[in-house]
């Protein structure tokens, strides 16, 4: 079956360390995306990807870092320099940037204590 | 920049029509309008999408008006299992971004 997988959906750090959430997707999908969402918020873009080795700012980068060194991964860090990184994060990607099929990840929650 | 409003949340009664307005008076000419839902702790999923014209699909239709500044979600019979956050989202429509605004809570009551 296709889809993306994040793991782990649960995860604990204690501030100020790094932490890094992986998201993998076998959908054959070119652009990948990181959201954060916070509880009773909507969703809030991260970092997207739209190629291979190639990635952008979303609307609140500072604080985390991506990779794209594969089309099927891409990997977020949560740095210490993230000032409140407890939340929801969620991977998703698309076809070419075709929003009506994008697909998300079941979300991986991190708390930081 | 906030190119879309939303009403925070509403209700609606089971087997009743919701429809779910959204505000977008500053769309673009080569910009779509395009909902989402996220059910509770899960991603977001696609609904549907337009330009200008109205659309259906099997699971909601959609309805733009003729200056395109506003639109109209329709849920033609709610059921609990649309209880949701339904977002609306305008871009153009090969534009890699795709950004969430904060949604309406749509809560479907029996």
């Known amino acids: 079956d296709g889809g993306i997988t994040q793991s782990p959906k649960y995860l604990f750090r204690k501030e100020g360390q790094n932490v890094t959430l992986s998201c993998e997707q076998n959908l054959n999908h070119d652009a990948m995306y990181w959201y954060r969402q916070d509880p009773g918020q909507g969703l809030r873009l991260i970092y997207y990807?739209?190629?291979?080795?190639?990635?952008q700012k979303g609307d609140i980068a500072e604080g985390y870092s991506v990779s794209r060194e594969k089309k099927e991964s891409f990997p977020l860090t949560v740095t210490s320099a993230q000032k409140n990184p407890t939340a929801f994060y969620l991977c998703?990607?698309?076809?070419?940037?075709?929003?009506?099929?994008?697909?998300f990840g079941p979300g991986t929650r991190l708390t930081v204590l | 920049d906030a190119k879309t409003t939303q009403p925070t949340s509403m209700d609606c009664a089971e087997g009743r029509a919701a429809n779910l307005p959204c505000n977008h008076s500053?769309?673009?000419?080569?910009?779509?309008v395009y909902w989402y839902r996220q059910i509770h702790s899960q991603g977001p999923q696609y609904i549907i999408h337009?330009?200008?014209n109205n659309e259906t699909n099997e699971m909601a239709s959609l309805i733009i008006t003729e200056d395109r500044k506003s639109s109209t979600l329709i849920l033609p019979h709610a059921t609990l299992r649309d209880t949701a956050v339904y977002y609306c989202i305008v871009r153009p429509y090969n534009d890699y971004k795709l950004s969430f605004g904060a949604g309406t809570t749509v809560t479907v009551r029996a």
């Open positions: 337009g330009l200008k």
């Open positions: 998703a990607s698309t076809l070419a940037g075709l929003p009506d099929t994008q697909y």
């Open positions: 500053t769309i673009s000419g080569n910009e779509y």
């Open positions: 990807s739209q190629i291979v080795n190639d990635f």
